[in-house]
Nanobody, 121 residues
């Protein structure tokens, strides 16, 4: 069973920075992509950033220019560097590793438990 473990959350003041880590058991390049999502209280879970196995990166408009996603293939870890944090970035951040099964094109989907990020003065 694939395990996905997030770390690095915490509390910061507006304008501060945090770096989240997502470590996956197994080769991260075996997944189609590793994505970061977040869910604020009372809100739906939303995609924040993702990195494909081909290196293609995408960001939500709300975080472009402030968040940077990267990966360390040898460590099977994906990072989310979050700069210039705003109160509206407050949420639980989840890492999602997914792949399309070659046998039936269904998706194997693995989620971490989440890490809390709180931005407040």
């Amino acid at each position: 069973q694939v395990q996905v473990v997030e770390s690095g959350g915490g509390s910061v003041q507006p304008g501060g920075s945090l770096r989240l880590s997502c470590t996956v058991s197994g080769n991260i390049l075996s997944f189609n992509a590793i994505d970061w999502h977040r869910q604020a209280p009372g809100q739906q879970r939303e995609l924040v950033a993702g990195i494909g196995k081909n290196g293609i990166i995408r960001y939500a408009d709300a975080v472009k220019g402030r968040f940077t996603i990267s990966r360390d293939n040898g460590a099977n870890t994906v990072y989310l560097q979050m700069d210039n944090l705003k109160p509206e970035d407050t949420a639980v951040y989840y890492c999602n590793a997914w792949k399309v099964r070659a046998s039936d094109y269904d998706i194997d989907d693995y989620w971490g438990q989440g890490t809390q990020v709180t931005v407040s003065s």
